[in-house]
């Protein structure tokens, strides 16, 4: 069992930045890839970013690339994700998830979850 819980999250005018967090709890944490996964309203939950167990590994939904980073600290079981250049589009729920198993760069391949934390960007 994995407990996520997030923070992080606000409102802030685009262009302006975000720094999310997600602390985990529960079983090994430095042997599950995490990601974060947004759903914004009316809208699907969409992949956001990825990182594997070891931090070597990324991967970006092209919709983020090069403005979000993601990033991990396995002593700390933490999980973050940078979010710069933020755009109005950007606003959804954002949600802490963990992959227990080899896949990591779609969001259905996460089958543990934090409950949320909302991001508002105006314009």
């Known amino acids: 069992q994995v407990q996520l819980v997030e923070s992080g999250g606000g409102s802030v005018q685009a262009g302006g930045p975000l720094r999310l967090s997600c602390a985990a709890s529960?079983?090994?944490?430095?042997?599950?890839?995490m990601g974060w996964v947004r759903q914004a309203p009316g809208k699907e939950r969409e992949f956001v970013a990825g990182?594997?167990?070891?931090?070597?590994?990324?991967y970006y939904a092209d919709s983020v690339k090069g403005r979000f980073t993601i990033s991990r600290d396995n002593a700390k079981k933490t999980v973050h994700m940078q979010m710069n250049s933020l755009k109005p589009e950007d606003t959804a729920v954002y949600y802490c998830?963990?992959?227990?198993?080899?896949?990591?760069?779609?969001?259905?391949?996460?089958?543990?979850w934090g409950q949320g934390t909302q991001v508002t960007v105006s314009s």
């Open positions: 998830a963990a992959s227990t198993g080899s896949g990591w760069s779609r969001g259905y391949q996460y089958n543990y």
């Open positions: 529960g079983r090994t944490f430095s042997s599950d890839n």
């Open positions: 990182i594997s167990w070891s931090g070597g590994n990324t």
